[in-house]
T-cell receptor, first 108, second 113 residues
């Protein structure tokens, strides 16, 4: 199956700063890359995804970039807010294996 | 049915007992995934189904673990002879096909005492 590695494992930023989380994958045939956010005690929920036919996708303060050649993709959160504090997971198709997660803390 | 449903929400069992969890996916979803999650970690892939076919099973899934999806709708995950190390949150997710959003259930928290 797909092997997904995620970095960093923890990330602390000041409110208003940007946060970047990176994932690498092993299977060059993977073509769908979602990002999930999990708040404490809640289920993971999709926040953004990208397919391999595009290099970047934005949704308000969140963006994802994909480099198929290097087999990595990144989540970018701009103008971070305290409510962005959560654990973020990346995944790669087709069997939805997740990275180990990044705990993001946004300090007010 | 507006989401993925898992039952029970919590299960406390004695070491050595068998437990079974149920997952009801979103009705038109043909993909179903099982994960195990411990505190602060990402969901560990256990297995997934395309309709009733179990397509892949993680090496993490020892022979004490078995999953079924007999009619391509709900799924069960059974753990035999539970051990304390099995204590975790067991998450189920479903999606309509590959390359689409997976929706998660609220999980079953297992505590083995």
């Amino acid at each position: 199956g797909e092997n997904v590695e995620q970095h960093p494992s923890t990330l602390s930023v000041q409110e208003g700063d940007s946060a970047v989380i990176k994932c690498t994958y092993s299977d060059s045939a993977s073509n769908y890359f979602p990002w999930y956010k999990q708040e404490l005690g809640k289920r993971p929920q999709l926040i953004i995804d990208i397919r391999s036919n595009v290099g970047e996708k934005k949704d308000q303060r969140i963006a994802v970039t994909l480099n198929k050649t290097a087999k990595h993709f990144s989540l970018h959160i701009t103008e971070t807010q305290p409510e962005d504090s959560a654990v973020y997971f990346c995944a790669a198709t087709g069997d939805m294996r997740f990275g180990a997660g990044t705990r993001l803390t946004v300090k007010p | 049915d507006t989401g993925v449903s898992q039952n029970p929400r919590h299960k406390i069992t004695k070491r050595g007992q068998n437990v079974t969890f149920r997952c009801d996916p979103i009705s038109e979803h043909n993909r179903l995934y099982w994960y195990r999650q411990t505190l602060g970690q990402g969901p560990e892939f256990l297995t997934y189904f395309q309709n009733e076919a179990q397509l892949e099973k993680s090496r993490l899934l020892s022979d004490r673990f078995s999953a079924e999806r007999p009619k391509g709708s709900f799924s069960t995950l059974e753990i035999q002879r539970t051990e304390q190390g099995d204590s975790a949150m067991y998450l189920c997710a479903s999606s309509s096909s590959t390359n689409t959003e997976a929706f998660f259930g609220q999980g079953t928290r297992l505590t083995v005492v």
